[in-house]
């Protein structure tokens, strides 16, 4: 409730979208470091991915053999040990699912774990089209999943409205961080 939430979260006030964006990812870098299950969450798509972009290049260093493939939501760089999101039910997992990439086949197959019950997955992009990065996801698409830390970039058109929705994800610590130059209030 609001006592657990007030006594859990950590909010961030930056000039900008753009350095608020910046500021939640080098949080969620540093909980991912430290071992925990942790989530990125905003409420568009567009920074959606931008901070998979930015939560990339923080982890690079874990990220293997890289190959571009062409999905649902343009070409997309896929390394050994990236983060990725199943865009629709496939391989008997859901809309929703994370995994792991394992290999790149030579066939441009993926062989994926899914990442809640370790099965391993192969993907054919040939088929299904509908995966991209998942170390960001929307508000809505979180639900159901329960991390360790939650990290929501809040946006003036959900501020009050979805924060809540978000913050239920979180086990430990929610960080909610925003712009001046896009929430006021």
Do not use: C
């Not at 006594?7 to 979208?17: L, R």
């Not at 859901?94 to 192969?122: F, I, M, P, S, W």
């Not at 929501?152 to 809540?164: F, K, Q, T």
């Amino acid at each position: 409730g609001p006592e657990w939430f007030r006594a859990h979260s950590t909010w961030g006030e930056f000039p900008t979208h753009d350095a608020a964006r910046a500021a939640l990812v080098r949080s969620w870098a540093g909980a991912a470091r430290a071992g925990k299950s942790a989530l990125l969450v905003a409420s568009r798509n567009d920074d959606v991915r931008a901070m998979n972009e930015l939560a990339r290049a923080a982890v690079r260093s874990r990220i293997g053999e890289e190959r571009v493939y062409a999905t649902d939501f343009g070409e997309r760089t896929f390394g050994v040990g990236d983060v990725l999101l199943g865009r629709e039910r496939a391989h008997g997992g859901v809309n929703g699912d994370l995994y792991t990439l394992a290999a790149h086949r030579d066939d441009g197959r993926l062989e994926l774990v899914r990442r809640r019950d370790k099965q391993r997955v192969v993907w054919d992009l040939h088929e299904q089209r509908a995966i991209d990065h998942g170390y960001a996801t929307t508000s809505y698409r979180s639900q159901g999943r329960t991390v360790d830390s939650v990290f929501v970039l809040a946006a003036s058109v959900e501020a009050r409205r979805g924060i809540y929705v978000d913050v239920t994800r979180a086990r430990e610590e929610v960080t909610i961080a925003y712009g001046k130059d896009e929430v006021r209030d």
